[in-house]
């Protein structure tokens, strides 16, 4: 069976909508830098349910990469994680 995948196509049409939406879509003042993507994968086995996370992004300096994770983690604990 595959996986499906609408669960991050959607939430990727939504976060690009919120960019859109907050700086404009001219590509002149603003880009798109870092892309990290975090994906709770569930195995079910009978009754258990196993959980795995799966990283990946475009960012070449791991020390940045915990840096941008750090930031989003505060951006979650203000409250403003959703939008």
């Not at 960019?19 to 830098?33: Q, S």
């Not at 196993?50 to 951006?75: F, K």
């Amino acid at each position: 069976m595959a996986l499906d995948q609408s669960k991050i196509g959607q939430l990727v049409t939504e976060q690009m909508e919120a960019i859109e939406r907050d700086y404009g879509d001219d590509d002149r003042e603003h880009e798109i830098g870092a892309v990290i993507t975090i994906v709770q994968v569930l195995t079910h086995h009978d009754e258990n349910v196993a959980s795995d996370v799966r990283l990946r992004h475009n960012v070449g300096d791991p020390i940045m990469v915990l840096g941008l994770m750090r930031t989003a983690e505060q951006t979650v604990i203000r409250g403003a994680g959703g939008d």
